[in-house]
């Protein structure tokens, strides 16, 4: 299969909820290319949709180890440990997410509800607050 078309068809069936035949589309583009960070990235986000954050947070490794300063990465393997209640351990990834692009305000978000979870509310209230400004400035 065609590297462009096993990505653009994976796509498609992820934004449909088909992520079961997604992955293996992901899975086929990987073959072809082992190296893209972006399909283990991708391939990490549908193993999350579906609640398999083992799988995800391997998948998220993998694009991690292919570059290091993919942030999108760094805060979707943050999310997958939220999930499982390991909110010290997504912090430090909410964190380097938010090192690599100080203005990626879903990171600083993520990173606000890990804090509410470990019950550090003021911390909680400073990441809302920076993610919020982000979201809400006017670029005018």
């Known amino acids: 299969m ?3 078309l096993s990505m653009f068809k994976g796509n498609a069936l992820y934004a449909q909820g088909k992520y079961d035949e997604a992955i293996k589309c992901y899975n086929e583009a990987i ?3 082992p190296k893209s960070y972006g399909f283990w990235w991708i391939k990490g986000k549908a193993h999350y949709m579906q ?3 083992d799988e995800a947070i391997k998948a ?3 694009a991690i180890e292919l570059d290091p300063n993919y942030a999108n990465a760094w805060n979707g393997k943050g999310l997958a440990l939220d999930n499982q209640g390991k909110h010290e351990e ?3 990834a909410f964190d380097r997410a938010i090192e690599l692009d100080p203005n990626f305000a ?3 978000n993520n990173k606000g509800k890990a804090l509410w979870a470990l019950h550090r509310d003021r911390e909680a209230d400073a990441a809302f607050s920076k ?3 982000m979201w809400y400035t006017d670029p005018s």
């Open 31 to 33: 073959w072809i290319d």
């Open 131 to 133: 993610a919020r400004d």
């Open 60 to 62: 998220y490794d993998k």
């Open 106 to 108: 879903m990171a600083w």
């Open 2 to 4: 065609d590297l462009n």
């Open 90 to 92: 997504a912090l430090k």
């Open 51 to 53: 609640g398999r954050y």
